[in-house]
C-alpha cells in the first residue's frame, strides 16, 4: 500500500481557503533565512484520495471489534458503544479536573460510586481509582505495603513473586527497593506451598500472587497460602490481571488478599492499548486504608469534595485523578450488566477458556 506522501501530487488540496484581506508576509522577513531549513515536504491529496486513504489503512487493522484479541496474559473483551457514549456527554469531557469541588458534584459522585462498587466486588474496604494502569497499581500497592511496615517499625526488605507471574510484579517490587525472590511452581501449576513455607520468614513483605495465574490456572490452595504469609506478619497482594475469571463468584478480601490491583481495560471492558488509556485501581482491607493515595473522596452532608488531610498517607500517584474518561466507561459496564449480569460474564469467560484448553490438549502438555 502507497504512502500518503506517495499519492501526494502538487497542488492538488483537500479544502479552499477564501482570500484573505489580511496583507501577505513574506516568511523569509518574518522568521530570517538563519532560522529556515527546506521546504516542508507535507503532501499534497484531494479530499477523497485522503478519506480513501486512510480508511483503507483502517481495514487492515485488528482489534476486538473484528475478532479474538489476545495480548499476552491481557485478552481483551468487547468494547460496547454505550460506554463510549456515556464518557462522550459534555458533562464528563468538558469538566476540567481541577475545578472547584462544587461545580464537580456529579463527577465526584461516579467516582465515589465506583469505588464503593469495587469494594463491593471485591470484597475490599477502600479503593483508590488514581493509578493509571496496572503495572502503576502494582507498585502503587507495593508502596502502601512498604509503608505499612514503615509505620509498624519493621525494616522488611522480601517480596516473594512465583515463577509464573507477570514481569511487572518483580519490577514493582525491585522499584520500591525490596530483594525479590522467586516462589517455584508445583507440577499442578500453583504455589509449591513446602517451598512457601521454607521461603516464608519475618522478613517478608509480601507475596504477589495472580489467581488466576497467568496459566490461567485458580490456586486450589489459596487459604492455605493466606494462613501461611500472614503467620508470619506478612501481607497477601492480588494481582487482578484475571479477575474476569472470578468477578461476582469469589471476592479476594474474602480469601485472604490484604492489596489487589484491577485493570478497568480488562476486566471492565474499556479500551486498551492504542485504544485506551489504562486504568489500574487498587483496593486494601482495613489494615492499609490509612496509606491510600491523596487525594481521596470524602462524601459530608451528601456533598462529595477532595480531602488530602491523611498524615500517613503514601501522597500522590500521578496528575489530576486518575483516567476519569476509563473510569466512567467502566462505571457503565457494572450498571449496564448489574450483579447478575457481571457474573454471568465471569461464567462464559471460564467456559470458554476451558473449551479452547480442550480443543488445545492434543498439542500441547496441559493439566
Known amino acids: 500500500m502507497e504512502l500518503i506522501f506517495e499519492i501526494s501530487k502538487p497542488g492538488r488540496s483537500t479544502a479552499d481557503i477564501p482570500t484573505s484581506d489580511v496583507p501577505a508576509v513574506n516568511i523569509d522577513d518574518a522568521i530570517g533565512n538563519k532560522y529556515l531549513r527546506d521546504e516542508l515536504d507535507?503532501?499534497?491529496?484531494?479530499?477523497?484520495?485522503?478519506?480513501?486513504?486512510?480508511?483503507?489503512?483502517?481495514?487492515?487493522?485488528?482489534?476486538?471489534?473484528?475478532?479474538?484479541?489476545?495480548?499476552?496474559?491481557?485478552?481483551?473483551?468487547?468494547?460496547?458503544?454505550?460506554?463510549?457514549?456515556?464518557?462522550?456527554?459534555?458533562?464528563?469531557?468538558?469538566?476540567?479536573?481541577?475545578?472547584?469541588?462544587?461545580?464537580?458534584?456529579?463527577?465526584?459522585?461516579l467516582i465515589y460510586e465506583m469505588q464503593k462498587y469495587l469494594c463491593g466486588i471485591f470484597g475490599?474496604?477502600?479503593?483508590?481509582?488514581q493509578p493509571a494502569a496496572g503495572a502503576h497499581g502494582e507498585l502503587t500497592g507495593v508502596m502502601m505495603i512498604k509503608k505499612y511496615f514503615e509505620k509498624k517499625g519493621q525494616q522488611?526488605?522480601?517480596?516473594?513473586?512465583?515463577?509464573?507471574?507477570?514481569?511487572?510484579?518483580?519490577?514493582?517490587?525491585?522499584?520500591?527497593?525490596?530483594?525479590?525472590?522467586e516462589l517455584r511452581s508445583n507440577s499442578d501449576?500453583?504455589?509449591?506451598?513446602?517451598?512457601?513455607?521454607?521461603?516464608?520468614?519475618?522478613?517478608?513483605?509480601?507475596?504477589?500472587?495472580?489467581?488466576?495465574?497467568?496459566l490461567g490456572l485458580f490456586e486450589r490452595n489459596i487459604e492455605k497460602v493466606a494462613q501461611i504469609v500472614h503467620c508470619k506478619g506478612g501481607l497477601l497482594y492480588g494481582d487482578g490481571a484475571n479477575a474476569n475469571a472470578f468477578m461476582g463468584k469469589t471476592r479476594p478480601g474474602d480469601l485472604g488478599f490484604d492489596v489487589i490491583q484491577l485493570n478497568l481495560h480488562k476486566t471492565f471492558s474499556t479500551p486498551h492499548g492504542g485504544g485506551g488509556p489504562g486504568s489500574g485501581p487498587v483496593g486494601v482491607s482495613k489494615a492499609l486504608v490509612d496509606f491510600l493515595p491523596v487525594p481521596r473522596i470524602v462524601k459530608k452532608d451528601d456533598k462529595y469534595h477532595w480531602s488530602e488531610n491523611f498524615p500517613d498517607t503514601i501522597g500522590r500517584v500521578r496528575s489530576f485523578y486518575g483516567n476519569f474518561n476509563v473510569i466512567v466507561k467502566a462505571y457503565t459496564y457494572i450498571r449496564s450488566l448489574g450483579a447478575e449480569g457481571l457474573k454471568r460474564a465471569t461464567e462464559m469467560a471460564v467456559l470458554n477458556a476451558n473449551y479452547i484448553k480442550e480443543r488445545l490438549k492434543p498439542y500441547f502438555d496441559l493439566p
Open 124 to 129: 475490599m474496604a477502600e479503593f483508590t481509582l
Open 156 to 181: 522488611r526488605r522480601i517480596i516473594l513473586i512465583p515463577d509464573a507471574a507477570h514481569g511487572t510484579n518483580p519490577a514493582s517490587g525491585a522499584l520500591c527497593g525490596f530483594d525479590v525472590v
Open 42 to 109: 507535507l503532501p499534497e491529496v484531494a479530499e477523497i484520495d485522503l478519506i480513501r486513504h486512510y480508511t483503507n489503512l483502517s481495514r487492515r487493522n485488528f482489534g476486538v471489534d473484528l475478532g479474538f484479541y489476545p495480548l499476552g496474559s491481557c485478552t481483551m473483551k468487547y468494547n460496547p458503544k454505550v460506554n463510549e457514549n456515556v464518557a462522550a456527554f459534555p458533562g464528563f469531557t468538558g469538566l476540567h479536573p481541577y475545578a472547584a469541588d462544587e461545580f464537580a458534584q456529579g463527577n465526584l459522585q
Open 189 to 214: 501449576g500453583g504455589v509449591d506451598i513446602e517451598h512457601l513455607q521454607s521461603l516464608m520468614t519475618e522478613e517478608v513483605a509480601a507475596l504477589m500472587l495472580t489467581n488466576p495465574n497467568t
